[in-house]
């Protein structure tokens, strides 16, 4: 397990947010690189296939391109993105070797009944994979539920407590979700 530090102000997060429409072929995922002190120091961008299976891969890709090893964790907007492309957290864990959170805003009865997209045994395997979400309440009184590897979730709470300024989203993924936004705009 990787410990944080709360004084050192040079950690570096990769938060990874998408923009997609149901009618569109891909969604749009942006990466963003936030220090700890909320400094910005890089951006990436990628896609993924509405309803298709290939989430996971496609961040781990985002991850290895970057080419850095300064990356101390990587914050996902959740982990069924796209239309059930379901993100396996631990697979990127394992493969990166960085630790993972991943964040939910809300409950969730889960996703049974509502599959969507390409091979649904796959997104049903992969979905029974995902371990259960803990909630987490922050510093605003905002409660999110989480679900980490590579971490203790007392690091998992003091990380996202000194990432969140207002409200429940950390900045490395409110920032993501804008500029993963403002690129779909762009393209479409």
């Known amino acids: 397990m990787v410990r944080f530090h709360n004084n050192k102000k040079g950690m570096r997060i990769l938060g990874i947010a998408e923009s997609f ?7 749009i995922l942006a990466g963003i690189i936030m220090r700890r002190d909320l400094v910005v120091d890089g951006i990436i961008y990628s896609d993924t296939t509405v309803g298709g299976n290939d989430g996971t891969k496609k961040i781990i890709s985002m991850i290895e391109s970057l080419g850095r090893t300064d990356i101390n964790c990587v914050l996902l907007g959740g982990l069924i993105i796209s239309l059930f ?3 396996n957290g631990k697979d990127i864990n394992e493969e990166t070797k960085i630790p993972v959170i991943a964040i939910s805003y809300r409950k969730s009865a889960g996703i049974k ?3 969507y997209g390409e091979d ?18 922050l510093w ?6 989480v679900r980490q590897w590579g971490l203790e979730f007392s690091d998992t709470s003091n990380l996202l407590n000194s990432l969140v300024t ?21 393209v479409h």
Do not use: F, W
């Open 166 to 186: 207002q409200g429940a989203k950390p900045e490395p993924l409110r920032l993501a979700a804008l500029a993963a936004r403002a690129c779909r705009n762009y």
């Open 140 to 145: 605003t009184g905002k409660t999110i539920y």
């Open 113 to 115: 009944g509502s599959i």
């Open 21 to 27: 429409q149901k009618q569109d072929r891909n969604s």
């Open 85 to 87: 492309n379901i993100v």
């Open 120 to 137: 649904e045994k796959e997104k049903m395997s992969n979905y029974r994979k995902l371990q259960e979400r803990k909630s987490l309440t």
